[in-house]
């Protein structure tokens, strides 16, 4: 079966770089799969797209040796099931509050006997391989979201699930969580204290942990503090930026939306 390479790197201790798609256009996914990402996350929780663009988006993205992960819209075992089908490496699950949903996203991540995926793999298979049955256990990535209040005060426990593969921070839900604004790049210190706390305790229990980063210098920061997998923006975001400098560079002024995030 295909390698999954973004969970290699990460075993082998490489930092990795993606980014994130929210707009629902093939030529975007194919656009931003070419230019060296090591993954691409499409958004279904969020992101302005559905099912049926994601089954055109993610063959655009294997055009390239990009990983494909989609971010589920929640922690629902048929969803899950049919973006694996459908050709996803990997799922990144929203608002895990329990070390009891961190397992039902690995049981529906994972055929018998180790979870209770059904099986299907209709373009998986063929994107993956003739062996994907075999191999996708091991493979397919099950990502946890920590965003919630539940979900860090259970963090020990979630991150010590079997199955899972990493822990994925989304900033501006975390940000809610501690009463805070929904900020990605936050320099409250209690919301800088929370990221610390998953960056430590995934650490100790060598579990790969990334974080949803809308930007360069934020990306900057956390790739230093040793995330081992960031995203730099998302479609949306990218070409707001591009726009805003440039039409600022052009008319001399200073550029507006410069802090768009692609939430
Ligand atoms: C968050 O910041 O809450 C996210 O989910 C990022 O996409
Ligand atoms: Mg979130």
Not at 15 to 36: I, K
Not at 46 to 63: E, F, K, N, V, W
Not at 99 to 127: D, H, N, T
Not at 215 to 224: D, I
Request: hydrophobic share 40%; charged share 20%.
């Amino acid at each position: 079966m295909r390698i999954n390479e973004t969970v290699a790197k990460w075993r082998a201790g490489q930092q990795t770089v993606g980014a994130w798609l929210s707009l629902s256009n093939t030529h975007t996914a194919e656009r931003l799969a070419h230019a060296g990402f090591d993954w691409l996350c499409v958004d279904l929780q969020h992101g302005l797209l559905d099912y049926q663009d994601l089954r055109h988006m993610l063959p655009a993205i294997s055009t390239s040796d990009t990983t494909p992960f989609v971010r589920v819209s929640g922690n629902e075992a048929n969803e899950i099931m049919k973006v694996l089908d459908a050709g996803a490496m990997g799922v990144i699950v929203p608002l895990v509050n329990t070390p009891e949903e961190a397992l039902a996203a690995v049981s529906a991540c994972r055929y018998p006997p180790e979870g209770g995926r059904s099986f299907g793999p209709i373009r998986a298979a063929l994107y993956g391989g003739d062996d994907y049955a075999t191999y996708a256990n091991e493979e397919v990535a099950c990502i946890a979201m920590i965003e919630t209040k539940a979900g860090l005060e259970n963090l020990d426990d979630i991150v010590s699930v079997p199955g899972l593969t990493g822990i994925f921070i989304g900033p501006a839900d975390l940000g809610l969580a501690l009463g805070l604004p929904p900020l990605g790049d936050s320099e409250n210190p209690e919301h800088l204290a929370a990221v610390s706390k998953i960056l430590d305790t995934c650490k100790r229990h060598e579990m790969p942990v990334g974080i949803y980063c809308s930007g360069l210098e934020f990306a900057k920061k956390r790739v230093a503090a040793g995330f081992d997998f960031v995203s730099l923006n998302n479609d949306s975001g990218f070409m707001m930026q591009a726009v805003a400098q440039d039409l600022a560079a052009l008319r001399g002024g200073v550029p507006r939306n410069e802090k768009l995030t692609g939430y």
